[in-house]
């Protein structure tokens, strides 16, 4: 049962405007959230995160947005360029067996087209 | 700094065939992990380190062993390969700390494929 999703697999955007990339999960226990930005042939690198007592959290052109009643975060990329093409994983992370673990969603990949 | 460096890049294996993956880091960060991606799959966490001597099993250990002798090293080691363990590996390190647990340094990635 998958407990971080992304359920759309790719979103083209025009550069310049608003790419929003959608995620869901479904375990109340996580209390951290992250975004991961993967180019292809390299690993993924950190983006932004999120504490679950917070409701939105801004790192110059990228923010993301939590909704805990609704289990929902979105990540806003606000111009987007097209540089910014790649997939982007978001990821939960839950205390589980004394440490830390993140649980990763399939990704979505963005294409931002000049 | 190197980061998190990963070998090799590539790999080709026979079914059966043992190899290990190896991982290190030079930030002296005390946990690491190891994930692999299928196609339109996200990273699956297949074991774990919190420190030194130190492992555990994620959520796809099985045909996989690790050990962390050193805080630098976390090697992965098929004992027998598979086809179904055909995929793109990663290893990942963290600092401890409570403002920066969470964020994990990917290394670049090993592709493995077993015939």
């Known amino acids: 049962d998958q407990q971080v999703k992304q359920n759309s697999p790719s979103l083209s955007v025009q550069e310049g405007r608003i790419s929003i990339l959608n995620c869901d999960y479904t375990?109340?226990?996580?209390?951290?959230f992250l975004w991961y930005k993967k180019y292809p042939a390299e690993g993924p690198t950190f983006l932004i995160s999120?504490?679950?007592?917070?409701d939105k959290n801004e790192d110059g052109r990228f923010t993301v947005f939590l909704n805990k009643s609704a289990k929902h975060l979105s990540l806003h990329i606000v111009p987007s360029q097209p540089g910014d093409s790649a997939v982007y994983f978001c990821?939960?992370?839950?205390?589980?067996?004394?440490?830390?673990?993140?649980?990763f969603g399939k990704g979505t990949k963005l294409s931002v087209i000049p | 700094n190197a980061g998190v460096t990963q070998t090799p890049k590539f790999q080709v294996l026979k079914t059966g065939q043992s190899m290990t993956l190896q991982c290190a880091q030079d930030?002296?960060?005390?946990?690491m992990s190891w994930y692999r991606q299928d196609p339109g799959m996200g990273l699956r966490l297949i074991h774990y380190?919190?420190?030194?001597?130190?492992?555990d099993q994620g959520e796809v250990p099985n045909g996989y062993n690790v050990s962390r002798s050193t805080t630098e090293d976390f090697p992965l080691r098929l004992l027998s390969a598979a086809p179904s363990q055909t995929s793109v590996y990663f290893c990942?390190?963290?600092?401890?700390?409570?403002?920066?647990?969470?964020?994990?340094?990917f290394g670049p990635g090993t592709r493995l494929t077993v015939l």
């Open positions: 990942a390190s963290t600092p401890r700390g409570e403002s920066s647990y969470n964020e994990q340094f």
């Open positions: 375990n109340s226990m996580f209390d951290y």
């Open positions: 999120i504490s679950s007592i917070k």
């Open positions: 990821a939960a992370s839950e205390l589980r067996a004394g440490s830390y673990q993140l649980t």
């Open positions: 930030m002296n960060h005390e946990y």
């Open positions: 380190s919190v420190g030194a001597g130190i492992t």
